[in-house]
């Protein structure tokens, strides 16, 4: 059986490892720790296929150590203990490096049982994610631990991974590869990234390329056909997911309509139509709000249309929702009202109520001035007349200023008339 193409290719250095230049250029932060030889706990947060296991290796081979590797999605207490059993052994006698993949699949309890160790310095604890380490890790171990961030390399750089790849592959297989131009481009972008998923995909064009008499032709059509879908990272419940809905909505709070429109293409090409709708709806209420208060209206509307003819339909009413609020004027001054009302009942003040306000129409006893003394504002003119309507503790507070927008302006005009003051 040969052996797969990706641990072929694998880095034996760090000056060999495809991106991360921000941790392992020369002076970088982990860089000099690697070269220092002390090795803390460490933990690789980032997408996969940029480099973690590889980091990872290249740390473990260079340490006298002991070296035990586990993963997350299967490793047992059992095979935790049988790592802790080794401390004090002459086989532990350098130390311990445990390299634990996807760590966030460990629960409380198992990532708690190396606590003692990962702090006393008997095991030495690299551990890596594609999940927010600050989410998914438990607080413990990140206290006792130094995290660095992966991040996906270059386009420039997974295309001479590519290209490297290709070679490898001939000299593997002796064989001669006949490459047409863009074929590299093209497997670097569509990979997301995902130095990996490039690698894999050159092995899976030199397997569908068209035999020749002076060896394999691979084509930029087989490639694209490899690829019909987008390689892009997207998880429903990883960070990806929250950073796309995260970018979207600040695009379009930004008013950078064709920004906006790339990360919905983002979600409907991962086919969450769901969670696009559901973060518009929120978009038009806390964004554009009363600037143009008929926009949760018309995208309800396109939410609505966009269920019921589901996907690629569906793209055409989401796209006219998204551009809308991108182009729409903005304000928030009904969200800040909210949050800034919902802190004064949380602190304790939502106590009483004006008694002209009451559903009660009798006093008691105590009552030194008896009566409800409700003013009924229809009964006069522009249907409003003074009186407090607030609690006692929070009489005069202001919550809702008027936005510099069109609409709002002309709603503070009307009311600073009606009430003959200017309201600040």
């Not at 481009?185 to 397997?207: F, M, P, Q, W, Y």
């Not at 800034?340 to 949380?346: E, N, Y």
């Amino acid at each position: 059986m040969s052996t797969p193409l990706a641990d072929l290719i694998r880095p034996k250095t760090l000056d060999e490892v495809v991106g991360q230049k921000h941790l392992l250029g020369e002076g970088r932060p982990l860089r000099r720790i690697i070269d220092s030889g002390n090795i803390p706990n460490m933990i690789f947060y980032g997408p996969s296929g940029t480099g973690k296991t590889t980091v990872a290796r290249i740390i473990a081979e260079n340490t006298n150590m002991s070296l035990h590797k586990l993963n997350g999605t299967s490793a047992s207490t059992a095979d935790i203990k049988e790592v802790i059993s080794e401390i004090g052994t002459f086989s532990g006698a350098n130390g311990i490096l445990l390299y634990l993949d996807e760590i966030q699949y460990l629960n409380k309890k198992q990532q708690q049982s190396l606590l003692e160790y990962i702090e006393n310095g008997d095991i030495t604890l690299i551990a890596s994610t594609t999940e927010n380490p600050y989410f998914a890790v438990f607080n413990a171990v990140i206290s006792r631990s130094t995290v660095f961030e992966f991040k996906p390399p270059e386009t420039s750089e997974v295309q001479k991974a590519a290209e490297r790849a290709f070679k490898l592959l001939a000299e593997r297989n002796g064989s001669v590869y006949d490459i047409e131009d863009g074929v590299t481009e093209h497997i670097a972008v569509s990979c997301g990234g995902d130095v990996r998923k490039a690698v894999n995909t050159v092995e899976l064009s030199v397997l569908a390329g068209e035999l020749t008499e002076n060896g394999v032709k691979v084509t930029l059509e087989t490639v694209q056909q490899l690829g019909q879908r987008s390689n892009m990272r997207y998880d429903r419940d990883g960070d990806q997911h929250y950073d796309i809905l995260s970018a979207l909505q600040k695009s379009i709070r930004g008013s950078d309509e064709n920004a906006a429109l790339h990360y919905t293409a983002r979600l409907l090409e991962a086919g969450d139509i769901i969670s696009l709708s559901r973060r518009l709806l929120v978009i038009a209420c806390e964004d554009i709000g009363l600037a143009y208060p008929n926009a949760i209206t018309i995208v309800k509307s396109c939410v609505d249309a966009a269920m019921q003819l589901g996907l690629p339909e569906a793209r055409i009413p989401l796209a006219q929702a998204v551009v809308l609020l991108a182009t729409a004027p903005k304000s928030n001054s009904a969200y800040e009202a909210i949050n800034s009302a919902m802190a004064d009942v949380q602190s304790g003040l939502a106590v009483d109520f004006p008694r002209c306000l009451q559903n009660k129409h009798f006093d008691g006893a105590d009552a030194k001035v008896k009566g409800q003394f409700y003013k009924y504002p229809h009964d006069y003119p522009n249907h409003w007349v003074e009186q407090q309507y607030m609690p006692d503790a929070l009489r005069g507070k202001v919550y809702y200023k008027y936005g510099d927008n069109k609409q709002e302006q002309s709603a503070k005009m009307y009311w600073d008339k009606v009430k003959g003051r200017d309201e600040k």
